[in-house]
């Protein structure tokens, strides 16, 4: 590979190292893995549960995240999900790869509760 240039960062393997971080920092992680079945891959849910956050995770405070990567796009339900978490007082991240690399993943769960809540980003549609 050229010096440089790196491959995209697919969503799971952002997850694991996500996970991976939040466990060493004491958190408490749930997430619901899809599963391959014969129309593709699925994550059994019911009621509203389409587009629910990739992670729950909870310490001092509760924090729901959906995790992306660098190809991957928002789409509406997890978007409204995420909107719902956060009119609720949750804090709901959409994590990118980019949030790894800047350090914002790593500032979010080390931060106290009132320094995570100011100035959430809007949440970007999928095109």
Known sequence: MAQGVTQPLKGRELQKAIIEMARQ???KVAHTPPIATERG???????????????????????????????DRLRPEQRDWLTAFRMAG?????????SWRTGEVERILTARTQEVRRGAPELPLAR
């Open 25 to 27: 920092l004491g958190w």
């Open 41 to 71: 891959w699925r994550t059994a849910v019911a009621a509203d549960g389409k587009g629910f956050p990739d992670l729950v995770l909870v310490r001092d405070r509760l924090i729901v995240a959906e995790v992306k990567g660098d190809t």
């Open 90 to 98: 949750i804090s709901a991240h959409v994590w990118t790869p980019d």
